[in-house]
């Protein structure tokens, strides 16, 4: 069965850090782009990060340029979302979605999802 399951997730003070993970059972996720997204309240779900499967370049949505890093690894066929420097506006459900898009940062062209995580950034 293939399935992705998120991990991570929890309430974090503003300036905090927090990492995600990703980990993939049923396929490697060294054959696909991996993305992360966030949806939060009354918002559609947008693209934050995606790392390539074959170089390991990496792209990232303004938003959290500079504050948020992609990686991974083959081994533990997992990969993280290393979020630093949180804010108020960073709060939303994370989902990692594997796929081979054209665009990395639009979610229908991903074939598979997980189930999400919260990230809450609160005082």
């Known amino acids: 069965e293939v399935q992705l399951v998120e991990s991570g997730g929890g309430l974090v003070q503003p300036g905090g850090s927090l990492r995600l993970s990703c980990t993939a059972s049923?396929?490697?996720?060294?054959?696909?782009?991996i993305g992360w997204f966030r949806e939060a309240p009354g918002k559609k779900r947008e693209g934050v990060s995606s790392?390539?499967?074959?170089?390991?370049?990496?792209s990232y949505a303004n938003a959290v340029k500079g504050r948020f890093t992609i990686s991974r690894d083959h081994a533990k066929n997992t990969v993280y979302l290393q979020m630093t420097s949180l804010r108020h506006e960073d709060t939303a459900v994370y989902y990692c979605a594997a796929g081979h898009p054209s665009i990395w940062a639009i979610p229908d062209l991903y074939d598979y999802w997980g189930q999400g995580t919260q990230v809450t950034v609160s005082s």
């Open positions: 049923g396929f490697s996720l060294a054959n696909y782009n």
């Open positions: 790392i390539h499967p074959s170089d390991g370049s990496t």
